[in-house]
């Protein structure tokens, strides 16, 4: 199957040529590249949060194989929806499904779907592919959706599914979790609760980051796939999350007064 771009032209520019333009501009070829086994990158339209991705994007060293995880903004038929086959399509190209690790993480975790049809209008994976493609032209990805009614107890299985998986991969492998962080409220508030996610985050407490989110009502929409990767990445050896850029988009509109926040960070 080939997955063809549902949000160009929307929150990316549609022709290649604008794109890259884009890209050049959110991207640094300049900062030095850090080794990383995770990083979070948000999934907005690029005017609003595409300082944020490039500046996470640029600060890792990215190899040849990316999962990418993404929370699902629609409903879906499976918890967790993989796909193990077939292409993504941005207007910089096609990209491959890294075939033989998505078929490797689908047997080593019963909760997982090969359900392509839950990926065909979601957008939290594709808006991060044109930085990854940008970056390295020859990427193969895994692309996994995780619906809102996921548990902690079925997140901690499939990152440690994840890691597992990646070891047996016996290749290099970057994890990309794809999240916003606060929706629709004050500056203030925005950075007071999507500093608590990030500082569960930097101490890589995935069961605190998950209970932080519901204590504290955050509506960060990736928190699911954030945990997911905070436990993968501490079973690989992860020993600590580092924020790189945190940003509103208020830093855009100058409206303060109801925004979305954005964090990038590596996870090392």
């Known amino acids: 199957m080939k997955r063809l771009p549902c949000v160009a032209g929307y929150f990316y520019p549609g022709r290649k040529d604008d794109l890259l333009r884009t890209l ?7 900062l030095k ?11 907005a339209g690029y005017e609003y949060s595409g300082f944020v991705a490039g500046a996470t994007f640029s600060s890792v060293s990215i190899p040849d194989n990316v999962i990418i995880l993404g929370p699902s903004h629609r409903a879906v038929l499976s918890r ?35 359900d392509p049809d839950a990926h065909v209008n979601e957008h939290s994976l594709e808006v991060q592919l044109p930085f990854l493609q940008f970056i390295k032209p020859n990427i193969s990805i895994v692309p996994l959706i995780i619906a809102y009614n996921a548990s902690f107890g079925d997140l901690e299985e499939l990152g440690k599914a994840i890691a597992k998986s990646i070891n047996g991969f016996k290749k290099e492998v970057l994890i990309v979790a794809s999240t916003d962080m606060s929706h629709y409220v004050d500056s203030i508030t925005a950075k007071e609760k999507d500093f608590l996610a990030i500082k569960k985050i930097e101490k890589l407490d995935a069961r605190g980051l998950y209970d932080i989110i519901q204590e504290k009502d955050i509506s960060m929409c990736g928190f699911q796939p954030t945990t997911v990767a905070i436990v993968a990445a501490k079973e690989l ?4 999350g580092e924020l790189k850029m945190y940003r509103t988009s208020g830093d855009v509109t100058g409206d303060y007064k109801e925004v979305v926040g954005y964090a990038g ?3 090392k």
């Open 33 to 43: 590249k850090e080794k990383a086994i995770a990083v979070v990158s948000p999934h």
């Open 265 to 267: 960070m590596l996870i």
């Open 24 to 30: 050049e501009r959110l991207i640094n070829a300049e």
């Open 80 to 114: 967790f929806a993989i796909m193990t086959e077939g292409t993504w399509e941005t207007p910089l190209g096609v990209v491959p499904i890294e075939e033989n690790l998505a078929k490797i993480i689908l047997k080593n975790c019963n909760l997982l779907s090969d």
């Open 237 to 240: 050896g992860a020993k600590k």
